[in-house]
């Protein structure tokens, strides 16, 4: 992916990828310069791991932080999720949203919560808006009970 940011590979070209029955296709729009940036932040803060494989501690919350970004900001840039290993939709639980415009001028609302969503209750809005006019409004998520 970093290899298409730079020129080296065509944007059009898909990925192959072992265990996936359709190549990935880079959606242009999505690499942003700040979503690439966090790309090779994450590309240069796993490096060590590479040569310190003892490092990798499953407890590691910042690790898990920056692998969860990560793996959003892929999913964002080929428009789907990336499943890992024997992993499922059901492995991953809870609610998740994805909205862009360019203009935004009315209300934009990611996610308006009644009640519980699940057990586990996560809940993840990604919002990305090019403009925001004065009579717009963008909310990430309403929530009027728990979510979890």
Do not use: C, K, N
């Not at 700040?34 to 994450?42: D, P, S």
Request: proline share 5%; charged share 30%; no cysteine.
């Amino acid at each position: 992916m970093l290899d298409r940011r730079a020129g080296r590979v065509p944007v059009a070209e898909p990925d192959d990828v072992p265990g996936q029955t359709q190549p990935l296709l880079v959606r242009a729009p999505a690499l942003t310069d700040e979503r690439v940036a966090r790309i090779t932040g994450a590309h240069g803060a796993l490096r060590v791991y590479l040569s310190r494989p003892e490092f990798l501690q499953g407890d590691d919350a910042e690790l898990r932080e920056l692998l969860g970004r990560l793996r959003r900001d892929l999913e964002e840039v080929y428009g789907r999720r990336l499943p890992f290993g024997d992993e499922t939709e059901a492995d991953r639980p809870g609610v998740e949203v994805s909205q862009r415009t360019d203009s935004l001028h009315g209300r934009q609302v990611g996610m308006r919560v009644g009640g519980d969503i699940t057990e586990r209750g996560r809940a993840r809005v990604d919002q990305e808006a090019g403009t925001i006019t004065a009579t717009g409004e963008q909310v990430g998520i309403e929530v009027e009970g728990t979510i979890g």
